[in-house]
């Protein structure tokens, strides 16, 4: 059974940092795209930034120059390095693995809260 585990998120004071981990686990077809995704309160689901299992990267534009993904591909696990934090960046932050080719899949984690105030 798969299961997505995020960790990391906290609160933080504005212009502070977080690194949010996503591990994957029970996974036995490779895992291709891995992403970070959040929602505030009131507002819809919107994609943070997205990873290849190659490395190829795509970030929301509110994302560039402030966030880094990574993944470690051995390990099944994305991570989300979030600087010069905003309070707009206030969400809860969920982690998904999606996979394209047989057998298709498509998992989310349970989300992890960051809340950015003073």
């Known amino acids: 059974q798969v299961q997505v585990v995020e960790s990391g998120g906290g609160l933080v004071q504005p212009g502070g940092s977080l690194r949010l981990s996503c591990a994957a686990s029970g996974i036995i077809f490779s895992i291709d795209i891995m992403g970070w995704y959040r929602q505030a309160p009131g507002q819809q689901r919107e994609l943070v930034a997205t990873?290849?299992?190659?490395?190829?990267?795509n970030y929301a534009d509110s994302a560039k120059g402030r966030f880094t993904i990574s993944r470690d591909n051995a390990k099944n696990t994305v991570y989300l390095q979030m600087n010069s934090l905003k309070p707009e960046d206030t969400a809860v932050y969920s982690c998904n693995i999606r996979r394209g080719g047989w057998p298709k899949y498509d998992y989310w984690g349970q989300g992890t809260q960051v809340t950015v105030s003073s």
């Open positions: 990873i290849t299992s190659g490395g190829n990267t």
